[in-house]
């Protein structure tokens, strides 16, 4: 049984360690035992599955998944969270914690040693001050993935899933949606967490999709077009790609590509779907390679 998620439990252990919150560590901890019952349904865990946890501070997340999973690695930065770790799993024998930067881990590597490179269910509570390095890291070493279930900023989660000519539509939303179908799954206020964080939180659900939503000749520079057309949202498409020093193409060709499009020659990039920017880096990469 879980004996953490709640602010007693937690504040005893905080205690008995003399733990001291490391804020560059992005340290907020759950003290709810509702939204960790939630995060482990959203994630759809099972005894089928090896979880792979990102941060889990004083394990209070890692006791639900342990319950719930049948393997767990955890890997957590704070070395000081690590004899605190050992005494509040001592009671499962299914998880492992490692005590590393999760930017720097070989997680491929990880994979293929533990779960012989069958896909792994990510679950966290993620530092918010990596979240997108952390997503689109897993996304881009192609790491085996069934879902990535975590929580994130509020404000974070709704750029991954906002469409074409919303406020919160931009790159994050393209890069996530050409990987995943993002869906979130619930809403945090602060008072479930210790700290409270000064923003709103949200669990966000990512399916991987088994096939790309579309077809790209060079992800990377689909990516630089995407980047390009959004680091100046007020321009237009043709001045923000023209202005950019991702792309490198006389402005007519620029233009020419747009036309090709079938889109005004004044839309914003902001205006663009995922098809729109596959089509469009697509033309972009025959006139470049022409
Ligand atoms: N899972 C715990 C919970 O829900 O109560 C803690 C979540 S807290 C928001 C984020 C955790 O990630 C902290 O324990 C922090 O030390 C850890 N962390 C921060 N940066 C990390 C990194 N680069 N690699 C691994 N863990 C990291």
Do not use: W
């Not at 007693?8 to 205690?15: D, G, M, R, V």
């Not at 590393?100 to 509570?125: F, G, H, S, T, Y």
């Not at 923003?199 to 088994?210: D, Q």
């Amino acid at each position: 049984m879980a004996t953490l998620g709640n602010p007693k439990e937690t504040i005893e252990i905080l205690n008995k360690y003399n733990f001291t919150f490391q804020k560059k560590f992005g340290q907020n901890f759950l003290i709810d035992t509702h939204v960790l019952d939630k995060i482990v349904k959203a994630a759809g865990v099972t005894k089928d599955d090896m979880v792979l946890e990102i941060g889990p501070g004083i394990g209070t997340l890692t006791q639900y998944l342990c319950e719930a999973a049948r393997e767990v690695i955890a890997v957590e930065i704070d070395k000081t969270l690590i004899p605190i770790l050992r005494d509040t799993l001592s009671a499962y024998t299914n998880v492992t914690v490692i005590n590393e930067d999760i930017l720097k881990l070989d997680i491929n590597k990880l994979v293929q040693e533990r779960n012989n490179n069958k896909p792994v269910k990510i679950v966290a509570n993620l530092p918010y001050y990596i979240t997108t390095p952390i997503i689109m890291g897993l996304f881009e070493a192609h790491v085996p993935v069934d879902n990535i279930t975590v929580m994130v900023q509020k404000e974070v989660a709704d750029r991954m899933q906002s469409g074409p000519g919303t406020k919160n539509y931009g790159a994050l939303s393209l890069a996530v949606q050409y990987y995943a179908k993002p869906y979130i799954a619930a809403n945090v206020p602060p008072n479930c967490f210790i700290p409270r964080p000064g923003v709103g939180s949200a669990v966000i659900r990512l399916n991987l999709h088994k096939e790309r939503p579309v077809q790209v000749s060079d992800e990377n520079l689909m990516f630089r077009i995407i980047r390009a057309s959004f680091n100046q949202r007020r321009k237009t498409l043709v001045n923000g790609l023209n202005n950019s020093s991702e792309i490198s193409l006389p402005k007519e060709i620029i233009a020419e590509a747009i036309d090709e499009l079938g889109v005004s020659p004044t839309i914003r990039g902001e205006a663009l779907t995922l098809e729109q920017f596959a089509i469009l880096s697509n033309v972009i990469y025959n006139k470049m390679n022409s």
